[in-house]
């Protein structure tokens, strides 16, 4: 890919994230959605991990992906690097595997 065709892709992806933003107001204007994803995350510390019903290196992970997540979308050409996002993804086969524990333990009668 050419300069001008990344300096393009970025512009693009840019203009999107703020559409998509923009729409996110509308909904929160109108009482629709949660407000942010951290504050997502606060509450799954609080209630999950804060609890012990999901591990501690979980929390760690989830917060860590997320820093990664936003510093890739929000500052230009950071990329996230194959060593950084490893660890993570392994992390996020154990946390699928807890939360799956966790929702059958909650709905033992659940498919």
Known sequence: ??????????????LQQAEESLAEAKCLQAGGMTSKHSGVLGYFNQRFVRTGEVEER?????NKAFELRQRSDYREMADATKEQVDPLVEEARGFVEAVT???ARSNPGAP
């Open 1 to 14: 890919m050419t300069t001008e065709q990344r300096r393009w892709a970025l512009v693009t992806f840019r």
């Open 58 to 62: 979980f929390g760690r992970a989830l």
């Open 101 to 103: 524990l966790l929702l």
